[in-house]
């Protein structure tokens, strides 16, 4: 069965100091997409990054940057410089690629979430 | 740039009553889906759906529950007999379903069961 570790439950920073958050996964499947949704207080889910499990390059974009390691089945999240606004709950989740009907039908397997507070 | 529309934003109702939430998928997509988070916890997946029939659901998606595409563009979840227990935001998503597709949510439909 597949499972997300999302092992810190809570962090609080400081405006400008840069954050990690962790996600670890568990999976037998050799192809499976992890991804990163941010969860503001609004409520929505955010779309932040898609991952296949062939594609081990980091990435960056803007402050964000993912550090993908399938050697450690790691999927960690970095926010540089964080702001007030970047206060919200950060979902990590695993999906294998199939179902019934095959192609790209996400059965998404999500972690507890991470609650990041950015203090001004 | 496209979004998944659901209504309403938060439905009341009482406990043995029947709802149903409703969502309009991004107009070119294939696949959708149903999630659901209780209060404070992670979100699950409920079912997902592709040429008009069930693809995968989860053990929480028990006979209470079904979807339906009735038109071209609504998906919509049905509860037949609500419980207390069903008290959570439902979300839903739906995808293209070509490969490095993302997977896009709505801004979900919060369902308070009294």
Redesign the interface.
């Given at each position: 069965a597949q499972k997300v570790t999302q092992a810190q439950t809570e962090i609080s920073v400081v405006e400008k100091e840069d954050v990690t958050l962790d996600c670890v996964y568990e999976t037998r499947d050799t192809t499976y997409y992890l991804f990163w949704y941010k969860q503001p207080p609004s409520g929505e889910l955010v779309f932040l990054i898609r991952r296949n499990s062939f594609d081990e390059q980091n990435e960056i974009s803007g402050r964000y940057s993912w550090n993908f390691q399938k050697s450690t089945s790691s999927f960690n999240f970095t926010i540089t410089a964080s702001q007030v606004v970047d206060s919200a709950v950060y979902f990590c989740a695993l999906s294998e690629r199939g179902g019934y009907s095959g192609g790209s039908n996400y059965k998404l397997t999500f972690g507890k979430g991470t609650l990041l507070t950015v203090n001004p | 740039e496209p979004e998944v529309t659901q209504t309403p934003s938060h439905q009341v109702t009482q406990m043995g009553q029947e709802v149903i939430l409703r969502c309009v998928p991004i107009s070119n997509h294939?696949?959708f889906?149903w999630?659901r988070q209780i209060l404070g916890?992670?979100?699950?997946?409920l079912v997902?759906f592709?040429?008009n029939e069930i693809?995968?659901k989860?053990e929480i998606f028990d006979d209470q529950f079904s979807v339906e595409r009735p038109d071209g563009s609504n998906f919509t979840l049905k509860i037949r007999s609500t419980k207390l227990e069903d008290s959570a935001?439902y979300?839903c998503?739906s995808?293209?379903?070509?490969?490095?597709?993302?997977?896009?949510?709505?801004?979900?439909t919060?369902l308070t069961v009294t």
């Open positions: - | 294939l696949y889906y999630y916890q992670k979100v699950e997946f997902s592709y040429n693809s995968e989860s935001m979300f998503a995808s293209p379903g070509t490969y490095n597709s993302p997977l896009h949510f709505g801004n979900g919060r």
